[in-house]
């Protein structure tokens, strides 16, 4: 009866040092495992969650001769820009023009022969601008297209006319003045902010080649770089009509 006693709580012991080892295995696993798991998913969530800044390319005087090796540049790194158009320039590359519609880059009115909108009057004014809507207009259709005044440029009389909104910028890259590639790169590079509007021209080549290089570099930044339209909507500002923006924030 002793030994059958004694054989007893020895199968006990057994059992309960088997629980034991069966109850450590199951909470070693979740330890180890999902241990591994979170740390790579709060890895890629840190990544996914790091904020994004967005800036908004733009480019006046075109089209021009320079503006389908932009177009090409900017279509094989996936990006939008915004294009503020003069309507003198447009006549003869009508399919420029659509092209850059088709690959999805907001066009603008940027007069029809870049006077400078505050020497004239106000009737003058208008007539120029919207002479260049109607070219805008016969080649894409009815549309919005927000104005850039040349030179930034307009009486506060004219601007109170308008029935779109006004785009002006936050980084001016000086690129019709230096003409030189690696100078306006390190001027998009210094100025550009989350929300920035940068003023360039796409009638240089040096200018096309330092908004490429831009891009690329200011995308490794972790900026997406897309229209003006797009800006807004990602800021959730309501652009409003005859109202002037340098940038959006």
Same mark, same amino acid.
């Given at each position: 009866m002793?030994?059958?006693?004694?054989?007893?709580?020895?199968?006990?012991?057994?059992?309960?040092?088997?629980?034991?080892?069966?109850?450590?295995?199951?909470?070693?696993?979740?330890?180890?495992?999902?241990?591994?798991?979170?740390?790579?998913?709060?890895?890629?969530?840190?990544?996914?969650?790091?904020?994004?800044?967005?800036?908004? +390319? #733009?480019?006046?005087d /075109?089209?021009?001769? *320079?503006?389908?090796?932009?177009?090409? &540049? @900017?279509?094989?790194?996936?990006?939008?820009?915004?294009?503020?158009?003069?309507?003198?320039q447009?006549?003869?590359?009508?399919?420029?023009?659509?092209?850059?519609?088709?690959?999805?880059?907001?066009?603008?009115?940027?007069?029809?022969?870049?006077?400078?909108?505050?020497?004239?009057?106000?009737?003058?004014?208008?007539?120029?601008?919207?002479?260049?809507?109607?070219? +805008? #207009?016969?080649v894409? /259709?009815?549309?919005? *297209?927000?104005i850039?005044?040349?030179? &930034? @440029?307009?009486?506060?009389?004219?601007?109170?006319?308008?029935?779109?909104p006004?785009?002006?910028?936050?980084?001016?890259?000086?690129?019709?003045?230096?003409?030189?590639?690696?100078?306006?790169?390190?001027?998009?590079?210094?100025?550009?902010?989350?929300?920035?509007?940068?003023l360039?021209?796409?009638?240089?080549?040096t200018?096309?080649?330092a908004a490429?290089?831009?891009?690329?570099?200011?995308?490794?930044?972790?900026?997406?770089?897309?229209?003006?339209?797009?800006?807004?909507?990602?800021?959730?500002?309501?652009?409003?009509?005859?109202?002037?923006?340098?940038?959006?924030?």
């Amino acid at each position: 009866m002793k030994r059958r006693k004694i054989v007893c709580l020895c199968c006990l012991l057994l059992l309960l040092c088997g629980c034991g080892q069966q109850k450590a295995a199951i909470v070693l696993r979740p330890a180890v495992i999902p241990a591994a798991a979170d740390a790579d998913t709060s890895t890629e969530e840190a990544e996914v969650q790091k904020p994004v800044k967005y800036a908004a +390319l #733009t480019f006046d005087d /075109g089209p021009s001769r *320079y503006t389908e090796s932009l177009l090409d &540049g @900017l279509k094989e790194r996936g990006i939008h820009a915004t294009f503020f158009l003069i309507g003198q320039q447009v006549e003869g590359r009508e399919e420029l023009v659509r092209r850059m519609k088709e690959e999805g880059h907001q066009i603008g009115n940027h007069s029809y022969d870049h006077p400078m909108l505050n020497k004239v009057n106000s009737s003058a004014a208008w007539k120029n601008l919207d002479h260049c809507n109607s070219v +805008l #207009t016969e080649v894409l /259709g009815e549309g919005c *297209y927000w104005i850039r005044p040349p030179y &930034g @440029l307009i009486t506060d009389d004219e601007m109170g006319c308008a029935s779109v909104p006004l785009i002006y910028w936050s980084v001016d890259t000086l690129d019709w003045k230096l003409r030189n590639t690696s100078k306006v790169l390190q001027r998009i590079l210094k100025d550009t902010k989350d929300g920035s509007i940068i003023l360039m021209h796409d009638c240089y080549d040096t200018s096309v080649e330092a908004a490429l290089e831009g891009a690329d570099a200011l995308v490794a930044q972790g900026y997406q770089l897309v229209t003006l339209q797009e800006l807004f909507t990602v800021k959730a500002v309501e652009p409003k009509n005859g109202v002037v923006y340098r940038y959006v924030r």
